[in-house]
């Protein structure tokens, strides 16, 4: 511009080289000292909004109101004072109201003696550059910002930090600038959605603190939303409960249905067109415009965001929404990569805890079938065992009844006591190894526990008082050997008969607790009783003679092989408890 | 006088059964296999026999049903040291089924009371 504004003063004077410049590309003017119209081109004319270049000339510029709007004034005060005046990307309207961006220039026009004579104006019109400009702009903003959000969600997996991320986004003067934004997700089985997070400031004497103090830190959005995660609890009461516990359908034909359903992002004003649903929603929001976006992944819809300017009340423009739309694009992909993240820990963990359950019935498995050939070991013996004692037994039976014997009836009558002693502990063995045979499955404990005590009160001698049998509520299931088990609690059952007969009111019990279920049998008395029951029971678990200890011993040892325990609890303070303790069987999902 | 036969594998065994019943009156008879016991029934016929299961020859139970398609009208009664084979269906041919014990009342009263009920008849 600066070379044309030489050229032309140099050669200003001459008509034919004035009229080679009415078709130049920039606008070309001059005026007098007393701003009277001495040349102007057709750019000119055109920039300014005259009807006609010829006709303005001798006209006065000053009457010109476009070039007042222009700016012109103060260029024409600098340059004639001699100095020359440029203005850049000026904003303005021409005299038909048209908006222009101009470039200009203008300079001295001097005389033959050099004395400043008038102006030379050049106008360049850079409207359409600048609007491109100002898109890139506005695109590369937007992208930055979608970069920085992107970075910051990458590393985030967890759900709630996410969405307050997104509304974090939303509401950042670095981001995309609303006051206030508004999540809400589909619940994919009702078809309705949900208010699940707001972020925003919930007045305006909230909004200046926190936005004051938020300009003072000077933060970029990715330190931003940073900042986030290392807030523990950020939400916003006031605004939160705007949305709490809010449900909108899908079925209706309120905004927000529309573009969930449609897929598609709604600038929504108030007004008296507006449907009865919209506007139930401004009104809840306490809002005049809002910007509504679908968050929308692969075609499945997640929910939706909603932001207003309510506290700036700066209008919402349609290409404000539309980044919006871009923005709930994004979400989306983090918000489903959250679920699937979600869904991945879940899995990851029931996959965990299926190895383990496996891993603990394999170690059941094996150990029931060491108890199996346990069972038949101790069955060969036993029968092998059974023929010597037989003849033993017999034997000095038979001499017990015959004659000539008087000298050693004592000892033969020891012999024949052993004997049936030994037939005795045989027969335990037997009962056990015959239950040995029977394979595992899942039993239901109750009912076994309720089998055992009717088969252990048909065995009860008539004058003890039979011990009452309390069956927990619940259900509750093992895994192992029915007839093994049984055995075993008769065994328990048996013991508090045999040892305790008289001595307090026993009672049995079943339960669960703690992924364990639980057969007890207390006993009730007074302290003396308690106390004598206590020594007997710690004699019968700590001794090592005696037939009952052997049947415990087994009953122990099936108890221990089907992954249980068992003993005697209760310290000086409490009721002496025996109890067994088997883990609980939950179905096909615990094998 | 009763005749008994006493199948049984153990040599003690056989002497004990034996020298219990015949005080208690009966004929006594011991074989300690079922070859044995079939072919000595061919000579001779028995009121009842004691029959062990766990034969080294041949399975008690298969020999209780050769006796019975035999000998349909002698008492069997079946002795043995375990118990498991009475959920066994064919044990169910015997008229008896007593588990060796030092005590042997049970088999003495077992036996009594078939052979009483046959002379009742």
Known sequence: ???????????????????????????????????????????????????????????????????????????????????????????????????????????????????????????????????????????????????????????????????????????????????????????????????????????????????????????????????????????????????????????????????????????????????????????????????????????????????????????????????????????????????????????????????????????????????????????????????????????????????????????????LSEAKRAEQVLNQVLDFSRASRTKTRAIDFNQLTTQTYELFLARLKHNIKPPQLQIAGSNLEVWGNPDQLQHALFQYMNLTVEELTGECKVSFSTSKDNGLVRFAISFQGSDAVLAKVKKTLQQIFGSSTGTQKLSIIVAGETIKYHGGGFGLAGDSNKRPEIYIELPEYRGENNA | MPDILIVDDENHVRKLYSAFLSREGYHIDTVAGGEEALALMKQKKFDLIVLDIELEDISGLDLLKQIRAEHPDVFIVLNSAYSVYMSDFHTWLADGYIVKSSDIKPLKDKIESLLVTHEEK
């Not at chain 1, 929603?281 to 929308?296: D, E, G, M, S």
């Not at chain 1, 506290?311 to 923005?327: C, E, M, S, W």
């Not at chain 1, 805890?353 to 199996?372: G, L, P, T, V, W």
């Open chain 1, 1 to 415: 511009m600066v070379e044309v504004a030489d050229s032309l003063s140099m050669r200003i004077g001459e008509t034919s080289l004035r009229s080679s410049f009415d078709n130049h590309p920039l606008g070309i003017f001059i005026v007098d000292n007393e701003g009277r119209i001495k040349y102007l081109n057709d750019e000119a004319s055109r920039i300014i909004g005259l009807d006609s270049a010829k006709e303005s000339i001798g006209h006065l510029i000053y009457d010109v109101d476009a070039v007042m709007n222009c700016g012109l004034d103060r260029a024409f005060q600098t340059v004639l004072g001699g100095r020359t005046y440029h203005l850049n990307e000026h904003r303005c309207s021409n005299c038909r109201g048209h908006y222009a961006v101009l470039n200009i220039f203008c300079s001295p026009y001097r005389n033959e003696s050099n004395e400043i004579s008038g102006i030379l104006g050049i106008l360049q019109d850079v409207t359409d550059s600048f609007k491109r400009k100002s898109e890139l702009e506005e695109a590369i903003y937007e992208l930055s910002v979608m970069g920085q959000v992107s970075e910051a969600l990458s590393s985030a997996v967890a759900h709630d930090e996410i969405l307050q991320m997104i509304l974090t986004a939303v509401t950042a003067s670095q981001g995309l600038g609303f006051n206030r934004a508004f999540l809400f997700l589909l619940d994919q089985k009702e078809g309705r959605l949900k208010g699940e997070t707001a972020v925003g400031p919930g007045s305006p004497q909230e909004a200046g603190e926190i936005w004051n103090r938020l300009a003072s830190q000077q933060k970029t959005l990715i330190e931003l939303l940073n900042d986030y995660r290392e807030r523990e609890n950020n939400s916003n009461n006031t605004i939160g409960s705007l949305i709490s516990g809010w449900e909108i359908t899908l079925n209706d034909t309120c905004a927000f249905s529309r573009a969930v359903n449609e897929g598609i992002g709604i600038n929504v004003f108030a007004g008296p067109t507006i449907d009865p649903g919209t506007e139930a929603i401004l009104q809840r929001l306490k809002t005049q415009n809002l910007a509504v976006a679908p968050i929308i992944s692969n075609g499945r819809r997640l929910g939706l965001i909603a932001a207003d300017n309510q506290i700036t009340g700066k209008v919402i423009r349609d290409a404000d929404v539309k980044l919006l739309q871009t923005f709930a694009n994004h979400t989306a992909v983090a918000i489903e990569r959250s679920q699937l993240h979600d869904d991945l820990v879940e899995y990851a963990a029931c996959l965990e805890e299926k190895n383990r359950q496996i891993a603990e019935s394999q170690d059941q498995m094996i150990r029931i079938e060491k108890m199996s050939v346990i069972g038949e070991l101790t069955s060969s013996i036993a029968h092998e065992l059974r023929n010597p004692l037989t003849v033993i037994g017999g034997f000095a039976n038979l001499m017990l009844t015959s004659e000539g014997h008087d000298g050693n009836s004592e000892y033969l009558n020891i012999i």
